[in-house]
Protein backbone atom coordinates (compact mmCIF):
# COMPACT_ATOMS: atom_id res chain seq x y z
CA UNK A 1 0.00 0.00 0.00
CA UNK A 2 1.33 3.66 -0.60
CA UNK A 3 1.79 5.86 2.07
CA UNK A 4 -0.34 8.58 1.86
CA UNK A 5 1.46 11.01 3.40
CA UNK A 6 4.24 11.09 0.82
CA UNK A 7 5.04 13.81 -1.63
CA UNK A 8 4.08 13.25 -4.74
CA UNK A 9 6.85 12.60 -7.16
CA UNK A 10 7.15 14.77 -10.39
CA UNK A 11 7.76 12.84 -13.76
CA UNK A 12 11.19 13.98 -15.10
CA UNK A 13 10.15 16.76 -17.59
CA UNK A 14 10.72 15.48 -21.44
CA UNK A 15 12.99 17.78 -23.18
CA UNK A 16 12.44 19.11 -26.76
CA UNK A 17 13.55 17.15 -29.98
CA UNK A 18 16.03 20.50 -29.81
CA UNK A 19 17.56 19.70 -26.70
CA UNK A 20 18.00 15.98 -27.28
CA UNK A 21 19.72 16.57 -30.88
CA UNK A 22 21.38 19.85 -30.38
CA UNK A 23 24.92 18.57 -30.84
CA UNK A 24 23.94 16.59 -34.05
CA UNK A 25 22.58 20.31 -35.43
CA UNK A 26 25.88 22.28 -34.32
CA UNK A 27 27.69 19.13 -36.13
CA UNK A 28 25.19 19.58 -39.00
CA UNK A 29 25.87 23.76 -39.69
CA UNK A 30 29.68 23.21 -39.27
CA UNK A 31 30.08 20.85 -42.03
CA UNK A 32 27.75 23.21 -44.25
CA UNK A 33 29.82 26.13 -43.48
CA UNK A 34 32.81 24.14 -44.35
CA UNK A 35 31.73 22.82 -47.13
CA UNK A 36 30.08 26.05 -48.69
CA UNK A 37 33.59 27.65 -47.37
CA UNK A 38 35.88 25.14 -49.23
CA UNK A 39 33.09 25.83 -52.41
CA UNK A 40 33.88 29.46 -52.20
CA UNK A 41 37.73 29.39 -52.01
CA UNK A 42 37.63 26.34 -54.57
CA UNK A 43 35.97 28.09 -56.82
CA UNK A 44 38.39 31.16 -56.68
CA UNK A 45 41.67 28.85 -56.93
CA UNK A 46 40.01 27.72 -60.25
CA UNK A 47 39.21 30.84 -61.52
CA UNK A 48 42.68 31.78 -60.69
CA UNK A 49 44.61 28.77 -62.47
CA UNK A 50 42.17 29.73 -65.62
CA UNK A 51 43.02 33.20 -66.11
CA UNK A 52 47.01 32.01 -65.06
CA UNK A 53 47.14 29.36 -68.05
CA UNK A 54 44.74 31.59 -70.47
CA UNK A 55 47.57 34.39 -69.86
CA UNK A 56 49.59 35.02 -73.17
CA UNK A 57 52.96 34.54 -71.57
CA UNK A 58 51.80 30.91 -70.23
CA UNK A 59 50.32 30.29 -73.94
CA UNK A 60 54.12 31.70 -75.69
CA UNK A 61 55.74 29.43 -73.15
CA UNK A 62 53.45 25.72 -73.41
CA UNK A 63 53.57 26.56 -77.80
CA UNK A 64 57.06 26.66 -77.66
CA UNK A 65 57.28 23.52 -75.33
CA UNK A 66 55.03 21.88 -77.78
CA UNK A 67 57.36 22.73 -80.68
CA UNK A 68 60.66 21.85 -79.58
CA UNK A 69 61.53 18.80 -81.22
CA UNK A 70 63.56 17.43 -78.35
CA UNK A 71 60.93 17.55 -75.70
CA UNK A 72 58.75 15.87 -78.38
CA UNK A 73 61.54 13.22 -78.88
CA UNK A 74 61.85 12.75 -75.27
CA UNK A 75 58.04 13.34 -73.72
CA UNK A 76 56.58 11.84 -77.23
CA UNK A 77 53.31 13.43 -78.21
CA UNK A 78 50.63 14.70 -77.28
CA UNK A 79 52.17 16.93 -74.57
CA UNK A 80 49.89 18.22 -71.98
CA UNK A 81 49.89 21.35 -69.39
CA UNK A 82 49.50 20.37 -65.70
CA UNK A 83 47.14 21.42 -63.45
CA UNK A 84 48.83 23.98 -61.38
CA UNK A 85 51.12 26.84 -62.67
CA UNK A 86 53.17 28.39 -60.57
CA UNK A 87 54.97 32.09 -60.64
CA UNK A 88 53.57 35.45 -61.28
CA UNK A 89 53.00 38.06 -63.84
CA UNK A 90 53.54 41.99 -63.48
CA UNK A 91 51.95 44.30 -65.67
CA UNK A 92 52.40 48.14 -65.69
CA UNK A 93 51.00 49.66 -68.40
CA UNK A 94 52.45 48.35 -71.48
CA UNK A 95 55.53 46.96 -69.96
CA UNK A 96 56.04 43.88 -67.74
CA UNK A 97 57.57 40.62 -66.92
CA UNK A 98 56.53 37.58 -66.15
CA UNK A 99 58.02 34.14 -64.48
CA UNK A 100 55.99 31.67 -64.76
CA UNK A 101 56.79 27.10 -63.68
CA UNK A 102 54.98 24.64 -64.60
CA UNK A 103 54.97 20.94 -65.84
CA UNK A 104 54.35 19.49 -69.24
CA UNK A 105 53.60 15.32 -69.54
CA UNK A 106 53.75 13.18 -72.03
CA UNK A 107 53.20 9.32 -72.86
CA UNK A 108 56.55 9.23 -72.18
CA UNK A 109 57.06 11.19 -69.20
CA UNK A 110 56.99 14.44 -67.46
CA UNK A 111 59.05 17.52 -67.51
CA UNK A 112 59.13 20.84 -65.47
CA UNK A 113 59.11 24.05 -67.33
CA UNK A 114 60.53 27.60 -66.08
CA UNK A 115 60.00 30.54 -68.69
CA UNK A 116 60.34 34.43 -68.15
CA UNK A 117 58.71 37.00 -70.43
CA UNK A 118 58.83 40.27 -71.09
CA UNK A 119 55.65 42.88 -71.82
CA UNK A 120 57.46 45.61 -74.08
CA UNK A 121 54.97 47.99 -75.84
CA UNK A 122 52.08 45.54 -75.42
CA UNK A 123 53.77 42.35 -76.68
CA UNK A 124 54.99 39.73 -75.13
CA UNK A 125 57.91 37.94 -75.48
CA UNK A 126 59.60 34.90 -73.86
CA UNK A 127 63.35 35.79 -72.72
CA UNK A 128 63.77 32.72 -71.02
CA UNK A 129 62.93 29.27 -71.72
CA UNK A 130 64.21 25.84 -69.82
CA UNK A 131 62.69 22.61 -69.89
CA UNK A 132 64.19 20.00 -67.21
CA UNK A 133 63.75 16.43 -67.78
CA UNK A 134 62.65 13.45 -64.83
CA UNK A 135 66.41 12.05 -65.25
CA UNK A 136 67.41 15.26 -64.41
CA UNK A 137 68.80 16.63 -68.04
CA UNK A 138 67.87 20.02 -68.78
CA UNK A 139 67.96 21.92 -72.31
CA UNK A 140 67.45 25.48 -73.12
CA UNK A 141 64.69 26.24 -75.73
CA UNK A 142 65.60 29.22 -78.50
CA UNK A 143 62.95 31.83 -77.57
CA UNK A 144 63.52 33.70 -80.79
CA UNK A 145 62.40 30.90 -83.06
CA UNK A 146 63.15 32.14 -86.08
CA UNK A 147 60.94 35.42 -85.85
CA UNK A 148 61.55 39.20 -87.27
CA UNK A 149 61.04 41.90 -84.60
CA UNK A 150 59.60 43.45 -87.47
CA UNK A 151 56.94 41.01 -87.75
CA UNK A 152 53.57 42.15 -85.88
CA UNK A 153 53.30 38.53 -84.28
CA UNK A 154 56.52 38.62 -82.28
CA UNK A 155 57.19 41.16 -79.52
CA UNK A 156 60.56 42.61 -80.25
CA UNK A 157 63.49 41.36 -78.74
CA UNK A 158 64.52 42.39 -75.21
CA UNK A 159 67.90 44.06 -74.54
CA UNK A 160 68.91 45.03 -71.16
Not at 9 to 19: C, D, I, L, N
Not at 106 to 115: C, K, R, Y
Request: aromatic residues 10%.
Amino acid sequence: MSNPYAFPVAEPRQRSWFGRNWWWVLLVALALFLLICCGVCGGFFLTGVTVFKNSEPYQLALEKVKQDPEVVKRLGEPIEDGFIPQGNVNINNDRGDATLNFDVTGPNGTAHVMSQSRLINGKWGLTQLGVTFDDGQRITIDTVGGGDANDPGEAPPWKP
